[in-house]
T-cell receptor
Framework: KNEVEQSPQNLTAQEGEFITINCSYSVGISALHWLQQHPGGGIVSLFMLSSGKKKHGRLIATINIQEKHSSLHITASHPRDSAVYICAVKGGSNYKLTFGKGTLLTVNP | DAGVIQSPRHEVTEMGQEVTLRCKPISGHDYLFWYRQTMMRGLELLIYFNNNVPIDDSGMPEDRFSAKMPNASFSTLKIQPSEPRDSAVYFC????????????FGPGTRLTVL
């Protein structure tokens, strides 16, 4: 079973700061997802990665397959970025995702 | 498209009662996933379907849980009998191509079993 660890568990930042959230997993994977869950509970998929780097606006996700590690970066953070960020990995031949416990990000104005 | 639709949004029931949660995936999506989220365990996959066929139900906690997908536009998750430890938020999600594609989540059903 893949163990997915996220760090930090909680993160508080000031508006404008550069944010990094980390995700490590124990077993080789074929894909990694970053999800965002807002205070109202809705979940949105941000990225799906299998290698390299992806960028959407102020969000950047990277993955290092050899080190079994991924990072989610937020540049010029804003209070509306406040949410729980969840890492999920897919390994093997089926489509089952294993989730990290999430990182609670609070961005203060 | 309206996105993934779940009903009800909130359900409060008493221990021992049957609970049925419903999900309508995005039209054209071949994969449907049922997840459960609790404070203690986070998000967990319960079961997923491909083209209406259950593929992996290893996450279903016990025989009290069952899921069906009678057609491409409808799925149910049933708990019978319900117990207080089943209290959680249940999410349904759909995608075009399983874990290699973005999953679109429904708003969730918050279940409280008294």
């Amino acid at each position: 079973k893949n163990e997915v660890e996220q760090s930090p568990q909680n993160l508080t930042a000031q508006e404008g700061e550069f944010i990094t959230i980390n995700c490590s997993y124990s077993v080789g994977i074929s894909a990694l997802h970053w999800l965002q869950q807002h205070p109202g509970g809705g979940i949105v998929s941000l990225f799906m990665l299998s290698s390299g780097k992806k960028k959407h606006g102020r969000l950047i996700a990277t993955i290092n397959i050899q080190e079994k590690h991924s990072s989610l970066h937020i540049t010029a953070s804003h209070p509306r970025d406040s949410a729980v960020y969840i890492c999920a990995v897919k390994g093997g031949s089926n489509y089952k995702l294993t989730f990290g416990k999430g990182t609670l990000l609070t961005v203060n104005p | 498209d309206a996105g993934v639709i779940q009903s009800p949004r909130h359900e409060v029931t008493e221990m021992g009662q049957e609970v049925t949660l419903r999900c309508k995936p995005i039209s054209g999506h071949d994969y449907l996933f049922w997840y459960r989220q609790t404070m203690m365990r986070g998000l967990e996959l319960l079961i997923y379907f491909n083209n209406n066929v259950p593929i992996d139900d290893s996450g279903m906690p016990e025989d009290r849980f069952s899921a069906k997908m009678p057609n491409a536009s409808f799925s149910t998750l049933k708990i019978q009998p319900s117990e207080p430890r089943d209290s959680a938020v249940y999410f349904c999600a759909s995608s075009l191509v399983g874990g290699y594609d973005e999953q679109f989540f429904g708003p969730g059903t918050r279940l409280t079993v008294l």
